[in-house]
């Protein structure tokens, strides 16, 4: 990554912020014209935020740029990503629909910032925060693609082990799960479980199809680590589509998806709140009324049960 992609954010704020007093406007103005807030646009500025395409798309409109600060914004989110995985964020800008199967972690499109970061501090443990910074702008970016006027339809299929997985700890993955049951609510937006219970699935690794809005041949990308596949042949192409029809069939339904987002939510919440293992209080209630009554009304006396101390203690 090069040294003036770690301060991309910067110098893209920097270029906004010269824009705006130039044309005489404020923050205020220059949030009514791009659809956004005051604070947003401070924080753009100051480079805390890299912004949306939809907000860089906002910004050509007033300032009459024509298209100069979504270059320029592409130009730094594509720094922020590794060389070999540029070609796959230019066939999401350009697709009509996306369908991606997760197995490890929720789709990078849908992540939180803390969810990202935490994932590159993992991935990536000897970089410094400047070069983390950058990979979560980039991935945060990938958002743009769903705000649009006229977004892609978007399938996510994701195996149940990534929701329980506690990525950051248990407060960012939380913030996740709140994150994602938001995103689904989107008419545009399909999301799918698929359940631990089902057993082997159709498929043990990631992939997505992406369907270019210019009518062209859906293609299939895949990778592993440091290495990434885009292949167009139409036996590939149909296989995968056969895979991911196997994989929506077994899933949960999207509604019954998002009751057991919501469920294992409050099994995460419970956990960080209480340092306790959840418990559903209506199977608690359940087991009381259940409970045999003590026979004769008295109280039972208590037996000492005196425990024989382990080899070791």
Known sequence: MSEGMKDGPSFYGAEVKFAREHAGATQ????????????????????????????????DRFFGTSGYFLRLHRRIADGGHPEWFVPYINLERQAAVIE?????????????????????????????????RAR??????????IERATPPRLWVVLMEATLRMI????ATMGEQLEHLLAEAE?????????????????AHLPFTLLTPRDGGPTVLYEEIRHHSKVDETPSAVTEAQDVYDRLRADALSPERSKELIREILKEITHEHRSGLPFCDMGEVELQRRNRRPVRGGRPQPRIAIRRRPRPGQ
């Open 28 to 59: 205020e103005e220059l949030a009514v014209a791009t659809g956004y807030k005051a604070p947003y646009v401070c924080k753009v500025e100051k480079g805390h935020t890299l912004g949306s395409e939809l907000f860089a798309e906002g910004c």
């Open 186 to 202: 989107a008419p545009t937006v399909t999301v799918q479980v698929l359940p631990s219970a089902v057993g082997a699935s159709a």
């Open 100 to 132: 991606d199967f997760s197995t490890t972690f929720i789709m990078g499109m849908l992540q939180t910032p803390a969810y990202a970061e935490a994932t590159f501090r993992a991935a990536y443990p000897r970089e410094g925060s400047a070069q983390i």
């Open 136 to 145: 979560v702008e980039s991935r945060l970016a990938r958002h743009g693609v």
């Open 167 to 170: 990525v950051g700890g248990a």
